[in-house]
């Protein structure tokens, strides 16, 4: 009996492993992962079915079936929204930022101002000042949170705002933020915060889904100022972790316009979480000259097409001078590697910069297998020394355009600016 019972179950694993191939056959973005899964699911499913069902499926139906909702849902004040912004549509596009446009669903808008926040404290100092300013709401998310010193800093910021009337509504991932604990949020609660995790599924309808992440760094104050970059939570951000020294990152602060971009992603993410629709301001204030143009291009696993590695490829075939990148996970897939040798061997200054300290080893030496192509090609590629390197950008130059350089910060699944 117990033979029978051993002999069914490895029969069942085994057809399993069949029917989670013929999945990954139809579902995988790239031929490479359609046939490392199909191999492991044939030939180990014992590990590979597991590691599938909860890894490898990059469909995310839930959310994909929640954008759907959104259609019927917000959809009508989404088109409200998007008529006030056509006088502030920038008048005549260049090819790229058409397709560029095309891939946000969101317009190239005029009017904004952009500033750069270079590091931690400066960065802080500004996101709280922006919280001490809001009127009427604040929207916040993170990929990670803490709670420590840094972390209790911002939850005084956001119980003061609360305190004064203002809504705030919070949304973390619960995954990135897996170490906060409850009792900080019941203390954001108990002051009228708004709290919400980002989850891989509502519920239980759609459970194996653990890769689905929102690693947004999110804040917007009454829809006229808004935060975003590479920042997370916690005092390592501020340079103060032993393991990883200074901390070099980017963060960018945007007024004008292009902020109901950046609020529409969130709108969206807490839709969601948590099946509310929020009440906002969707009228858009313009700011004096000189201006930015500016497009927010929120990516996710919903969207038709590879959003970020065809963003990144447009930017890379529209360099002709020069292209430099940093980022702390450069793994690009082969269709960005293959632009990237190209430009260098048109003649572009290619470079890369990538972190001498990694905090993701496996992330890190993954990048040796296709940096030597890299270097045969032309590509430079630098080392951060200082400490750790996690910002993400990608910066280029035309020749005949001096004056008009494109600056992408850029993280996967994430909000980007140009």
């Known amino acids: 009996m117990t033979s029978w019972l051993w002999g069914t179950g490895l029969l069942l694993i085994h057809l399993l492993g069949i029917v989670s191939a013929v999945m990954a056959l139809m579902s995988s973005r790239t031929s490479q992962g359609a046939i490392a899964w199909i191999i492991s699911l044939l030939t180990f499913p014992y590990v590979a079915v597991?590691?599938?069902?909860?890894?490898?499926r990059p469909r995310f139906y839930g959310y994909v079936s929640a954008r759907g909702e959104r259609d019927s849902v917000l959809r009508q004040m989404l088109n409200r929204y998007r008529s006030n912004m056509l006088p502030y549509c920038s008048p005549s596009l260049t090819a790229d930022i058409q397709a560029v446009e095309q891939l946000a669903m969101m317009p190239l808008t005029q009017q904004n101002h952009a500033e750069l926040l270079i590091d931690g404290k400066e960065t802080f100092e500004s996101l709280f000042a922006g919280i001490d300013r809001a009127k009427h709401y604040v929207l916040i998310q993170f990929f990670i949170v803490r709670n420590d010193v840094l972390g209790r800093r911002l939850q005084h910021h956001l119980e003061l705002a609360a305190k004064r009337g203002v809504r705030v509504y919070?949304?973390?991932?619960?995954?990135?933020?897996?170490?906060?604990?409850?009792?900080?949020?019941?203390?954001?609660?108990?002051?009228?915060?708004?709290?919400?995790?980002?989850?891989?599924?509502?519920?239980?309808?759609?459970?194996?889904?653990?890769?689905?992440?929102?690693?947004?760094?999110?804040?917007?104050?009454?829809?006229?100022?808004?935060?975003?970059g590479g920042f997370n939570v916690g005092v390592e951000y501020l340079g103060e972790s032993s393991r990883h020294g200074p901390w070099r990152d980017t963060h960018l602060m945007l007024e004008g316009p292009s902020v109901l971009g950046l609020q529409e992603a969130f709108w969206e993410d807490w839709h969601w979480a948590t099946g509310e629709v929020i009440n906002l301001q969707w009228q858009p204030i313009a700011m004096p000259a000189p201006s930015h143009d500016v497009v927010i291009v929120p990516s996710g696993p919903a969207d038709r097409l590879d959003t970020a590695s065809l963003l990144v490829q447009s930017l890379i075939h529209s360099a002709n001078e020069k292209l430099w990148v940093t980022s702390p996970y450069?793994?690009?897939?082969?269709?960005?590697?293959?632009?990237?040798?190209?430009a260098a061997m048109r003649g572009v200054d290619v470079r890369v910069m990538i972190p001498e300290r990694p905090d993701h080893l496996l992330v890190f030496l993954s990048a040796f297998s296709f940096l030597p192509d890299m270097l045969r090609a032309g590509v430079k590629i630098y080392r951060y020394l200082p400490g750790f390197?996690?910002?993400?950008?990608?910066?280029?130059?035309?020749?005949?355009?001096?004056?008009?350089?494109?600056?992408?910060?850029?993280?996967?699944?994430?909000s980007t600016l140009k």
């Open 50 to 56: 597991p590691a599938y069902w909860f890894f490898g």
């Open 170 to 228: 919070f949304l973390y991932d619960e995954v990135g933020s897996r170490k906060l604990d409850e009792g900080y949020l019941k203390d954001l609660s108990n002051v009228g915060v708004k709290v919400s995790a980002f989850r891989s599924s509502r519920g239980f309808k759609h459970p194996f889904q653990l890769n689905f992440r929102n690693h947004r760094k999110v804040l917007v104050v009454d829809g006229e100022q808004g935060w975003l």
């Open 330 to 342: 450069f793994v690009p897939d082969q269709g960005v590697q293959d632009a990237l040798r190209l």
């Open 389 to 414: 390197l996690h910002q993400k950008q990608y910066s280029s130059t035309r020749a005949q355009l001096p004056s008009e350089p494109s600056i992408w910060i850029i993280d996967r699944s994430d």
